[in-house]
């Protein structure tokens, strides 16, 4: 594995997790203030802030723009670590960039253009304007009359390679500020290769010379979405070594489970790999077939990873 820096973007403060939900919902800007000094403390190089709504609360665009200066004020105080907006609306970044001080923070994350965001020439301009790092979702492709999901790993790699090209001439972004996403699905539920595809989008990304400095990121939590707890931090480590070995250097995580990669000859590497290449379609079968097997194969990793009780 060549020697990359990861760089972990915190995501405790995101409706997903209890304390920042209960934050919220109080509407307590100095929570916030102080799950940044967390993240902080622990390593974090950048704080994401995401006020939306998730699974366990609703939230509407109007109470998340009228606390949004508030919650920012807060973090910035707390911490001089860069923030990374997430949110798919427009409107969430024009309130966060206008009231983010990058005198104290330096350089904040717009996460993320995609190809089915509304509006996207102005977030675009926006990015331009606020000069930004930004986040570019590259799952996802315009296809005649709308958008689809990419479904190779080539497709992937057309997409980050267009909108790269757009932020660089429209936004005049340099590569090393431009942050390719290339998808992570969880691995309990990955019939479809979409794993492997991210893995092989990320190798053919950093083999192009034409992308050479841009940045490359999943959402950790994703991964082991929905796998048993006792086996959850050991398959996302895991996974960070494979991802870190096709190109990986940034990733959205939970800067309290200390998430890193594990040595390469790790047991659980071992497992993860080949758990992964019984995804691959062999023999004229269909990617269905490969798809099972692949998810028998992860299924028994994490009866074997899960603490006996």
């Given at each position: 594995?060549?020697?990359?820096?990861?760089?972990?973007?915190?995501?405790?403060?995101?409706?997903?997790?209890?304390?920042?939900r209960?934050?919220?919902?109080?509407?307590?800007?100095?929570?916030?203030?102080?799950?940044?000094r967390?993240?902080?403390?622990?390593?974090a190089?950048?704080?994401?802030?995401?006020?939306d709504?998730?699974?366990?609360?609703?939230?509407?665009m109007?109470?998340?723009?009228?606390?949004?200066p508030?919650?920012?004020?807060?973090?910035?105080?707390?911490?001089?670590?860069?923030?990374?907006?997430?949110?798919?609306?427009?409107?969430?970044?024009?309130?966060?960039?206008?009231?983010?001080?990058r005198?104290?923070?330096?350089?904040?994350?717009?996460?993320?253009?995609?190809?089915?965001?509304?509006?996207?020439?102005?977030?675009?301009?926006?990015?331009?304007?606020?000069?930004?790092?930004?986040?570019?979702?590259?799952?996802?492709?315009?296809?005649?009359?709308?958008?689809?999901?990419?479904?190779?790993?080539?497709?992937?790699?057309?997409?980050?390679?267009s909108?790269?090209?757009?932020?660089?001439?429209?936004?005049?972004?340099?590569?090393?500020?431009?942050?390719?996403?290339?998808?992570?699905?969880?691995?309990?539920a990955?019939?479809?290769?979409?794993?492997?595809?991210?893995?092989?989008?990320?190798?053919?990304?950093?083999?192009?010379?034409?992308?050479?400095?841009?940045?490359?990121?999943?959402?950790?939590?994703?991964f082991?979405?929905?796998?048993?707890?006792?086996?959850?931090?050991?398959?996302?480590?895991?996974?960070?070594?494979?991802?870190?070995?096709?190109?990986?250097?940034?990733?959205?995580?939970?800067?309290?489970?200390?998430?890193?990669?594990?040595?390469?000859?790790?047991?659980?590497?071992?497992?993860?790999?080949a758990?992964?290449?019984?995804?691959?379609?062999?023999?004229?079968e269909?990617?269905?077939?490969?798809?099972?097997?692949?998810?028998?194969?992860?299924?028994?990793?994490?009866?074997?990873?899960?603490?006996?009780?």
């Open positions: 594995m060549s020697e990359r820096t990861l760089h972990v973007i915190g995501e405790l403060m995101n409706n997903s997790y209890a304390r920042a209960n934050a919220f919902v109080a509407r307590d800007a100095s929570a916030y203030g102080r799950l940044a967390v993240q902080a403390d622990l390593g190089h950048y704080l994401t802030l995401n006020l709504g998730t699974a366990r609360i609703q939230v509407r109007a109470e998340m723009l009228a606390f949004l508030d919650a920012v004020a807060a973090v910035q105080e707390a911490t001089s670590v860069p923030v990374s907006f997430d949110n798919p609306a427009i409107e969430y970044h024009k309130v966060a960039l206008a009231c983010y001080d005198t104290r923070s330096g350089r904040p994350i717009l996460n993320s253009i995609a190809a089915s965001r509304d509006r996207l020439e102005e977030m675009v301009e926006l990015v331009a304007h606020y000069d930004t790092n930004v986040v570019v979702m590259a799952s996802e492709r315009f296809i005649p009359g709308g958008t689809a999901q990419c479904l190779t790993a080539a497709d992937v790699h057309a997409a980050a390679k909108f790269v090209e757009l932020l660089v001439t429209k936004a005049g972004r340099r590569l090393d500020q431009i942050i390719i996403d290339p998808g992570l699905a969880p691995v309990g990955d019939t479809y290769g979409l794993v492997n595809i991210g893995l092989d989008a990320m190798r053919l990304i950093r083999a192009d010379p034409d992308l050479a400095g841009a940045h490359l990121i999943v959402g950790l939590s994703n082991a979405w929905g796998t048993p707890r006792g086996a959850r931090e050991q398959l996302e480590c895991a996974y960070l070594t494979l991802g870190m070995e096709a190109g990986l250097d940034f990733a959205l995580a939970n800067p309290e489970r200390a998430p890193g990669p594990l040595p390469a000859d790790h047991p659980m590497v071992d497992k993860l790999r758990a992964l290449a019984q995804g691959r379609a062999i023999d004229g269909s990617q269905e077939t490969a798809g099972y097997r692949q998810a028998e194969a992860i299924m028994a990793l994490c009866a074997e990873a899960e603490p006996a009780e």
